[in-house]
């Protein structure tokens, strides 16, 4: 079995908390339609959770769960089949940051893990910034400005 | 005339019968919030007078359609019993001193209804009540026989008629939304009738008609008398009868220019309100059509931009996401060829065999013939040695390198070294296809402002159209056809009745030439006897000298009368713009139109004034008019007004004031929504005369007011 | 600032004082004629009179006319 097959079972597990303030705000209800002005600005959970660990990994910000509450939001399968990419590139920079290196291709567990310590970062990263300003994500031109604020580090 | 008290008995929110204002000559204010009965004290006044009241939203009701609304509801809430009585009066006295050379006589106007309780229920039916007619009378003391007198009914009104002046009643009071129902400023007749009432005008016409016709009287008796003298009397009353039909000829035809020329400003004032529809019509399809465009434009616009906006959300969440993280992509890579080469060192190891093991063919050799051809010992098929031989060749032929695990990292990082290269190819692309985005979006949502403003812009300009004009442009196309039809008319009267009123001046003109032909005929008939002098000649010379120049009299006392009014109402509004930043300019009446109008130095029209300026206008217009009254009439009116505080800055409101409490013996000024620390304020003002404050109480010490229990309380400050 | 305002604490005009005016005026004080002055005044002022009996309709246009022409006859000598 390859890993994107035994991935696809897994879970990717977050906090509720992170659901709450963060996904929802930023994310469409299920099954609401409506018109682009009061739409968010991702229409699918797993499309926040990603954005989200790409700014942990970008940050190397790296917090693990813990025992806090957390909620098993979504299969890996729906990243994988929604996303296209994005789900290589979440494995990839899993692998990149984890400590097993290479082998953790093989070790579907691990890459979760790394992906999940890693979102969970990027939540709280989020969540600072929401504290700073409430109305930050409010206005969708953030995010591409968030984007294109990010620094290349230079190897 | 002043006004010297008003008493109110359960009228609206005034209970009982302590309600009693005392005003004095000068300014007189009355202050109160909100629902406190200031513009019921208002309505008193206008119902003793002229027994109606106004309804707000609707009009002028008479007493008798207004049941029992109007009755205190204090008053009717305690009423318990059947045949219990109310009665609602109010009573005005008024100190007339417009009488020459008379006393001054004091009237008291009163006006009462009663109510008697029909049936117990609902006390605030009008069901359950007797309702009986309001009942008028006024009390005064004859000059003559210095007897009290009250007159009733027609003899009454006769009074109030001779106190209060229908044609000027309407300037001396107003307030509020009744403001427009009694003045129309729009309406050329109203200015012109106030400039009638006030003026000399109508006096100059009837100067004119009594010194003409004292003139012709005159001519043609000196005439006859003249004839008798003659020594052709035939002839003479020949040519005198001529001379009297063309007299009486050029009378009819300056009666019928008097007609025509009526008919004829009528039809202008028609061709006038014509006009102005038309041209209204005419802007308004263009402009409704750019406004469509416009709409239509902006429709697009909103269109790109969302799919601007679709589009910009599905790249997120595909690649652009990804922005920044290269370089993990590169350790990722790193890591993918650590392990290559992790790979490719066992692979290199492999080949290289340790001395104690032979290489494969020769194991195989071995096996297949079941002997170790090392230790050169048999080693048959299965047994330790044979086992031991194959498990060596087993070890080999699976090297370490394709070891279960080694094998599965392999393939994975073979399909990930791929994918790493198609996500390097695409993350390339991703900073300018951001830029490019944003930049198409930011060019739509400039382009959308701009057309949002031009739709403002249209918007506006239909709106002047239709606040300007006052008409309705929602019918469009038949109603243009139909105003240009009667364009066309009314054009063609109007030339026509030109070129008769020419036509008629004309034969006047001959008529006048052929008389004094006539009359030099006349003259030249010898008289019989020459020293026989005929009186009428010589009265003659002064009745044509005077009438003649009275003929002129008219117009120009006419013109100068508006100017007057112009500049008086300027004062006062000159008074006010100087203390409030926010109206400008002059007021000018316009001498066709008699429209008002806010113009600049230059007589240009300022279009920026809004109701409340407008408002104000009015106010200044009617306080020359009233001012000037009193002046032309030798009468003095007071001067009683809902102040427009609430158009009007505080400043501007005490120049206002001020002004009025200078220009009128008396007047009385209801002001809006003063606060009670603002009282203070005015009661020092040495300029205020009398001050009074309305208050709603209740005697229960509710603190909310409740209308069967609330009244208003007169408090007096000042006076 | 202000002028003075516009209260007549004096005697006001009566409206045949004013009308009385406006012929005076209109006529340059009888200036371009040879009449007697004295005699046009007097007409002036009765007519100015009559006119107002009019406006307060104490009486109609036919019989002051009546009236101007009797004073007429009364004041005007041959």
């Given at each position: 079995m390859n890993l994107v097959t035994e991935l696809s079972d897994k879970r990717l597990k977050y906090k509720v908390i992170h659901r709450k303030s963060i996904m929802d705000r930023l994310s469409d209800v299920q099954g609401s339609q409506s018109d682009t002005k009061s739409r968010k600005y991702f229409s699918q959970l797993w499309e926040c959770y990603t954005w989200a660990a790409i700014i942990g990994f970008i940050n190397d910000k790296r917090v693990p769960l813990g025992s806090g509450s957390t909620d098993n939001a979504f299969k890996f399968s729906v990243i994988y089949n929604n996303g296209g990419e994005l789900a290589d590139a979440l494995i990839l920079l899993s692998m990149s940051k984890s400590n097993k290196g290479y082998k953790a291709l093989i070790d579907a567990d691990e890459i979760i893990k790394v992906i999940e310590e890693y979102a969970n970062g990027g939540f709280e990263i989020i969540q600072s910034l929401l504290r700073e300003d409430e109305d930050y994500f409010n206005n969708p031109d953030a995010f591409i400005e968030e984007l294109l604020e990010r620094k290349e580090l230079n190897l | 005339?002043?006004?010297?008290?008003?008493?109110?008995?359960?009228?609206?929110?005034?209970?009982?019968?302590?309600?009693?204002?005392?005003?004095?000559?000068?300014?007189?204010?009355?202050?109160?919030?909100?629902?406190?009965?200031?513009?019921?004290?208002?309505?008193?006044?206008?119902?003793?007078?002229?027994?109606?009241?106004?309804?707000?939203?609707?009009?002028?009701?008479?007493?008798?359609?207004?049941?029992?609304?109007?009755?205190?509801?204090?008053?009717?809430?305690?009423?318990?019993?059947?045949?219990?009585?109310?009665?609602?009066?109010?009573?005005?006295?008024?100190?007339?001193?417009?009488?020459?050379?008379?006393?001054?006589?004091?009237?008291?106007?009163?006006?009462?209804?009663?109510?008697?309780?029909?049936?117990?229920?609902?006390?605030?039916?009008?069901?359950?009540?007797?309702?009986?007619?309001?009942?008028?009378?006024?009390?005064?003391?004859?000059?003559?026989?210095?007897?009290?007198?009250?007159?009733?009914?027609?003899?009454?009104?006769?009074?109030?008629?001779?106190?209060?002046?229908?044609?000027?009643?309407?300037?001396?009071?107003?307030?509020?939304?009744?403001?427009?129902?009694?003045?129309?400023?729009?309406?050329?007749?109203?200015?012109?009738?106030?400039?009638?009432?006030?003026?000399?005008?109508?006096?100059?016409?009837?100067?004119?008609?009594?010194?003409?016709?004292?003139?012709?009287?005159?001519?043609?008796?000196?005439?006859?008398?003249?004839?008798?003298?003659?020594?052709?009397?035939?002839?003479?009353?020949?040519?005198?009868?001529?001379?009297?039909?063309?007299?009486?000829?050029?009378?009819?035809?300056?009666?019928?220019?008097?007609?025509?020329?009526?008919?004829?400003?009528?039809?202008?004032?028609?061709?006038?309100?014509?006009?102005?529809?038309?041209?209204?019509?005419?802007?308004?399809?263009?402009?409704?059509?750019?406004?469509?465009?416009?709409?239509?434009?902006?429709?697009?616009?909103?269109?790109?931009?969302?799919?601007?906006?679709?589009?910009?959300?599905?790249?997120?969440?595909?690649?652009?996401?990804?922005?920044?993280?290269?370089?993990?992509?590169?350790?990722?890579?790193?890591?993918?060829?650590?392990?290559?080469?992790?790979?490719?060192?066992?692979?290199s190891k492999e080949y290289e065999l340790p001395e104690d093991v032979p290489g494969d063919v020769y194991l195989n050799k071995m096996l297949d013939q079941e002997i170790c051809l090392i230790c050169d010992r048999p080693a048959e098929k299965n047994s330790n040695a044979w086992n031991n031989m194959k498990a060596k060749l087993n070890r080999k032929l699976k090297p370490e390198y394709l070891s279960e695990e080694n094998e599965k990292i392999n393939k994975e990082v073979g399909g990930f070294k791929a994918k790493l290269g198609s996500l390097s190819r695409n993350y390339d692309s991703i900073h300018d296809e951001i830029l490019d985005h944003r930049k198409k979006l930011n060019e739509a949502y400039e382009e959308r402002i701009i057309y949002q403003d031009k739709l403002q812009q249209v918007k506006d300009d239909i709106d002047k159209l239709y606040n300007k004009r006052g008409i309705d442009i929602s019918d469009g196309t038949l109603t243009h056809r139909k105003k240009h039809g009667e364009y066309k008319t009314l054009n063609e009267i109007i030339t026509n009745l030109n070129r008769k009123i020419e036509g008629t001046k004309a034969s006047i003109r001959d008529a006048e030439m052929d008389i004094a032909q006539l009359e030099g005929e006349l003259s030249k008939i010898q008289r019989s006897n020459d020293s026989v002098k005929v009186i009428e000649e010589e009265i003659k010379k002064y009745t044509k000298y005077l009438s003649s120049h009275i003929a002129n009299i008219e117009e120009s006392e006419y013109n100068k009368?508006?100017?007057?009014?112009?500049?008086?109402?300027?004062?006062?509004?000159?008074?006010?713009?100087?203390?409030?930043?926010?109206?400008?300019?002059?007021?000018?009446?316009?001498?066709?139109?008699?429209?008002?109008?806010?113009?600049?130095?230059?007589?240009?029209?300022?279009?920026?004034?809004?109701?409340?300026?407008?408002?104000?206008?009015?106010?200044?217009?009617?306080?020359?008019?009233?001012?000037?009254?009193?002046?032309?009439?030798?009468?003095?009116?007071?001067?009683?007004?809902?102040?427009?505080?609430?158009?009007?800055?505080?400043?501007?409101?005490?120049?206002?004031?001020?002004?009025?409490?200078?220009?009128?013996?008396?007047?009385?000024?209801?002001?809006?929504?003063?606060?009670?620390?603002?009282?203070?304020?005015?009661?020092?003002?040495?300029?205020?005369?009398?001050?009074?404050?309305?208050?709603?109480?209740?005697?229960?010490?509710?603190?909310?007011?409740?209308?069967?229990?609330?009244?208003?309380?007169?408090?007096?400050?000042?006076? | 600032m202000k002028t003075q305002k516009k209260i007549k604490l004096k005697i006001m005009k009566t409206t045949n004082d004013k009308l009385l005016e406006s012929i005076i005026k209109k006529t340059g004080n009888f200036k371009d004629t040879d009449l007697d002055k004295t005699i046009l005044l007097e007409i002036s002022k009765k007519l100015v009179d009559y006119v107002v009996e009019v406006d307060s309709s104490t009486s109609k246009e036919g019989s002051v006319a009546k009236s101007l022409e009797n004073d007429l006859y009364n004041k005007i000598n041959l």
């Open positions: - | 005339m002043i006004i010297k008290s008003v008493k109110l008995k359960n009228f609206q929110s005034y209970y009982g019968e302590k309600n009693k204002i005392e005003f004095t000559e000068g300014l007189n204010i009355i202050a109160g919030s909100i629902a406190s009965g200031k513009s019921k004290l208002f309505d008193a006044f206008y119902w003793v007078l002229n027994d109606k009241i106004f309804v707000t939203g609707k009009d002028w009701v008479f007493t008798k359609n207004l049941g029992i609304s109007f009755v205190n509801d204090k008053a009717k809430n305690e009423s318990t019993a059947i045949d219990d009585l109310i009665e609602t009066s109010v009573e005005i006295v008024v100190k007339n001193n417009n009488e020459r050379g008379s006393k001054n006589i004091n009237y008291t106007i009163r006006r009462q209804f009663l109510i008697k309780r029909r049936e117990l229920g609902d006390c605030f039916s009008s069901e359950n009540w007797n309702i009986s007619s309001s009942d008028l009378s006024v009390e005064y003391i004859d000059k003559v026989t210095s007897n009290a007198e009250i007159a009733k009914n027609q003899e009454a009104k006769d009074i109030i008629e001779k106190l209060f002046p229908s044609k000027i009643s309407p300037y001396i009071w107003f307030q509020g939304e009744a403001l427009d129902k009694l003045i129309d400023f729009d309406n050329k007749g109203t200015i012109r009738k106030a400039i009638d009432y006030i003026s000399y005008v109508p006096l100059y016409k009837i100067m004119n008609n009594i010194i003409s016709e004292v003139d012709k009287k005159i001519t043609n008796r000196a005439r006859k008398e003249i004839g008798k003298l003659t020594s052709d009397i035939s002839k003479y009353e020949e040519i005198s009868k001529k001379i009297e039909q063309k007299n009486a000829s050029i009378s009819n035809n300056k009666q019928l220019i008097e007609e025509k020329s009526k008919s004829l400003a009528l039809r202008k004032e028609q061709l006038d309100e014509v006009e102005r529809v038309l041209a209204a019509l005419v802007e308004f399809p263009v402009l409704n059509e750019e406004k469509i465009e416009i709409e239509n434009d902006l429709n697009t616009i909103g269109e790109s931009i969302q799919r601007l906006d679709i589009n910009e959300r599905k790249k997120f969440s595909s690649l652009w996401m990804l922005y920044g993280t290269k370089h993990l992509f590169k350790s990722a890579a790193d890591r993918l060829i650590e392990f290559e080469d992790y790979r490719q060192s066992l692979i009368l508006i100017n007057l009014i112009e500049s008086e109402a300027n004062m006062s509004f000159g008074e006010i713009t100087s203390v409030n930043n926010t109206i400008d300019g002059y007021i000018k009446i316009d001498r066709e139109t008699f429209r008002v109008l806010n113009v600049d130095n230059d007589g240009r029209e300022l279009e920026n004034y809004n109701t409340g300026h407008y408002t104000l206008m009015k106010m200044c217009i009617i306080n020359s008019i009233i001012s000037l009254t009193n002046e032309y009439k030798d009468a003095s009116y007071p001067f009683i007004t809902d102040a427009p505080t609430s158009n009007l800055d505080n400043k501007a409101t005490f120049a206002y004031l001020q002004s009025i409490s200078e220009t009128f013996k008396q007047s009385i000024v209801i002001t809006k929504d003063i606060d009670e620390n603002e009282i203070d304020n005015i009661k020092n003002k040495d300029y205020v005369k009398g001050l009074f404050h309305l208050k709603i109480k209740n005697d229960t010490g509710n603190s909310v007011m409740d209308r069967k229990e609330a009244f208003t309380n007169i408090t007096t400050i000042k006076n | -």
